[in-house]
């Protein structure tokens, strides 16, 4: 997915290496992984280098290092209420790690404003992908404005720097962070790159930065920058770091819809992998699968069951997120903004009788939205804010005596029902 993103006129040279800017002679940079072998974009400053820093650094006034209780050494499934962890902040400073591994981390940030005037972010570790639960606004980096709002992905490169401006008075998003890239899956693209003609997404439904002129200003702007397992370190640069005339490549923040997903459905039951939207590292030796559990019709053999199966992967831990309580394996025990963590180690199955109630839905569309991780040989352990919000009675939340709510509303409907 390469663009080309200029400001400005191209200099008649073709070899020449900066663009033909009244006055201003254009610096260079290289976005991208060490030797090029990925992919990577090449941004043009209109003055100054990125590397111009006029304070020396200083550890940053927060980190975001995960801590551990104690109970995350006895294996067990959880349910996080993600949904009762209160507004407040930033989108950096209300952001909490609730589950983390070596190479994947997924925090949730609930935040009741803007970043501060001319500070911004960089994760300088793990590339990150956004979900957008609730809220609207702009994420603003070098490559240009990226405008977001409920129910999308948000996509951001590692080493990008950034900051999120909320145009509604407050947002709800889960964040996932992978040491490894996080693109659509290779299997859903041609040797062109395009998808093939059977792939539930397609790369040309991405939503990219609008570059605005370039912001040629002095002073002190300072980014934070996360490295090291979670700790922050503040540089300040000299000039504003969305001085940018242009820039082109493979390696940019783009949005994707989560109804972009074109759900597949077929006669039986519809696997996980059915379902995949985005992944990292090398699956399946390596990262994770991101899936999207959009609204589909579900299986229509007369014998089909429509809810899973007890399962369990012992190389993948399982991750989930309920945008709605309308998921049938969980109906009566989730609700909006559950999040569910099942080690691979252990099965899980629906719970109570909701496998006997969904052959109600064979053949209907189902009303659900989530969103799924599966990691590949890498164990998560829940964190101490997620132990905080979690549901001390999930881990006997299969027996049969247990009552359950029944979830009120209608849920979120696929427009093409």
């Not at 800017?21 to 209109?46: C, M, Q, T």
């Not at 559950?338 to 006997?356: E, Y």
């Not at 939205?369 to 890498?378: G, R």
């Amino acid at each position: 997915m390469a663009m080309i993103v200029r400001k400005g006129t191209l200099p008649a040279t073709p070899h020449t290496e900066f663009y033909a800017i009244p006055n201003v002679l254009a610096r260079e940079e290289i976005h991208g992984s060490y030797g090029f072998s990925g992919a990577w974009s090449r941004k043009l400053h209109v003055r100054f280098y990125p590397t111009e820093q006029v304070k020396p650094p200083r550890k940053g006034e927060f980190d975001l290092v995960p801590e551990f209780p104690v109970e995350a050494d006895v294996l067990q499934p959880y349910h996080i209420f993600t949904g009762r962890i209160p507004f407040e902040g930033d989108a950096l400073s209300s952001r909490k790690p609730i589950v983390h591994g070596p190479r994947t981390s997924i925090s949730v940030s609930k935040p009741m404003k803007s970043m501060p005037n001319d500070t911004f972010f960089r994760n300088g570790e793990r590339h990150e992908v956004y979900f957008v639960q609730d809220g609207d606004g702009v994420v603003r980096s070098e490559y240009g404005d990226l405008k977001f709002r409920k129910d999308v992905y948000v996509a951001i490169p590692k080493g990008t720097t950034y900051r999120i401006d909320l145009t509604s008075t407050k947002a709800w998003f889960l964040l996932v962070e992978s040491i490894y890239p996080i693109t659509f899956a290779p299997h859903y693209l041609n040797k062109e790159g395009q998808a093939t003609l059977m792939s539930p997404v397609v790369e040309t439904e991405i939503e990219t930065p609008e570059l605005p002129p370039f912001k040629d200003a002095r002073g002190e702007f300072p980014i934070d920058v996360k490295h090291s397992g979670g700790k922050i370190t503040r540089i300040t640069l000299g000039h504003h770091p969305f001085d940018l005339a242009g820039w082109e490549g493979a390696l940019y923040p783009f949005v994707f819809d989560i109804k972009s997903h074109h759900g597949i459905a077929r006669e039986i039951h519809t696997a996980p992998p059915m379902h995949q939207t985005f992944q990292s590292g090398n699956v399946p030796n390596s990262g994770f699968s991101l899936c999207s559990f959009v609204p589909v019709m579900a299986g229509w053999h007369p014998r089909e069951v429509p809810a899973p199966y007890a399962h369990f992967n012992v190389d993948s831990d399982e991750l989930m997120f309920f945008c709605n309580a309308f998921y049938g394996a969980r109906e009566g025990v989730i609700e909006e903004g559950s999040f569910t963590f099942h080690p691979g180690s252990t099965p899980h199955s629906p719970q109570g009788n909701a496998a006997q109630r969904s052959l109600a839905a064979r053949g209907k569309v189902q009303a659900r939205l989530a969103v799924m991780l599966d990691t590949y040989f890498e164990s998560m352990r829940i964190t101490t804010q997620g132990f905080a919000y979690r549901d001390p009675e999930y881990v006997l939340s299969w027996s049969e005596n247990v009552q359950r709510a029944q979830p009120a509303g209608e849920g979120w409907e696929s427009p093409s029902a």
